[in-house]
Nanobody
C-alpha cells in the first residue's frame, strides 16, 4: 500500500510563509508527477503546482512567483514553499502523487489534506 502524509499547514498572517511537505511511503516502484491542489469551501479543487520526475514545474497563475514546488526523490517527498501569502490562499491543500507500484501500473494517490489559513 501507498500512503501520503502531509504536514506544515496552519494559521499565518498575510504576507507570511508556510512550507508544506508530503511524504509518500509504501510499495513504491517509482514516483512520476507530484503536485499540490487546494480547495476552499464551496469551490472546486484547483491545481496549485506540479513537478515532474525530471524537475519541470508548473504553477497556477494565482500563485506564480510566490509559491515554489520542489521534490526530494530520495525521501519520496514533495514540498510547497508558500511565500507572500494572501487571504485568498486560504484552503485545504492536498498533495497528489502519481506513483508506479509496479513497472506497468500507476495510480494517483492523495494526501489527507492540510488546512492553510491566512488571516490577520
Amino acid at each position: 500500500q501507498v500512503q501520503l502524509v502531509e504536514s506544515g499547514g496552519g494559521l499565518v498572517q498575510p504576507g507570511g510563509s508556510l512550507r508544506l511537505s508530503c511524504a509518500a511511503s509504501g510499495s513504491i516502484f517509482s514516483i512520476r508527477n507530484m503536485g499540490w491542489y487546494r480547495q476552499a469551501p464551496g469551490k472546486q479543487r484547483e491545481l496549485v503546482a506540479t513537478i515532474t520526475s525530471g524537475g519541470n514545474t508548473n504553477y497556477a497563475d494565482s500563485v506564480k512567483g510566490r509559491f515554489t514546488i520542489s521534490r526530494d526523490n530520495a525521501k519520496n517527498t514533495v514540498y510547497l514553499q508558500m511565500n507572500s501569502l494572501k487571504p485568498e490562499d486560504t484552503a485545504v491543500y492536498y498533495c497528489n502523487c502519481r506513483i508506479a507500484t509496479t513497472s506497468i501500473y500507476t495510480y494517483n494517490y492523495w494526501g489527507q489534506g492540510t488546512q492553510v489559513t491566512v488571516s490577520s
